[in-house]
Structure formats: structure tokens, C-alpha cells
């Protein structure tokens, strides 16, 4: 949340790709430590998306770079 506590049930999700296709697409709900594992494999270099919504509708949404 907005001061740092874990929150259980939120959804994670990554994607990295074009309009053709998905080099990367995953998501999962966080458990109760505010934890997700996400298998990602980029192949190639460019913007790795994400996203988390909490139950309220809230969203964080960022990119990193993939060398």
C-alpha cells in the first residue's frame, strides 16, 4: 500500500512484445507477504511492462529496460 505494507490478493502482471505477438505475458496474485513469483524470459532486448491492481481498483503500472 501507500506506506509500505504488504497487500494479499493484488494481481502482478508483466508483458513485453508488439501488435504481432508476446514475447512475455504473466500474472499472478500476490499472497499474504504481498508476494508474487513470475516466470519471465525475454529473449530479446527492449520494455519489460507491469502493472499491480489491488482489490480496489488501484493501479501502479512501470516498465524496465531488458538488455
Same mark, same amino acid.
Given at each position: 500500500?501507500?506506506?509500505?505494507?504488504?497487500?494479499?490478493?493484488?494481481?502482478?502482471? +508483466?508483458?513485453?512484445?508488439?501488435?504481432?505477438?508476446?514475447? +512475455? !505475458?504473466?500474472?499472478?496474485?500476490?499472497?499474504?507477504?504481498?508476494?508474487?513469483?513470475?516466470? +519471465?524470459?525475454?529473449?530479446?532486448?527492449?520494455? !519489460?511492462?507491469?502493472?499491480?491492481?489491488?482489490? !480496489?481498483?488501484?493501479?501502479?503500472?512501470?516498465? !524496465?529496460? +531488458?538488455?
Amino acid at each position: 500500500d501507500e506506506i509500505g505494507n504488504p497487500i494479499e490478493g493484488a494481481r502482478f502482471a +508483466v508483458w513485453k512484445g508488439d501488435k504481432d505477438r508476446d514475447e +512475455v !505475458l504473466s500474472n499472478r496474485y500476490t499472497d499474504r507477504y504481498g508476494r508474487a513469483t513470475l516466470p +519471465v524470459s525475454a529473449q530479446t532486448p527492449g520494455t !519489460l511492462h507491469y502493472s499491480v491492481k489491488d482489490h !480496489l481498483g488501484n493501479t501502479k503500472v512501470g516498465s !524496465l529496460a +531488458v538488455k
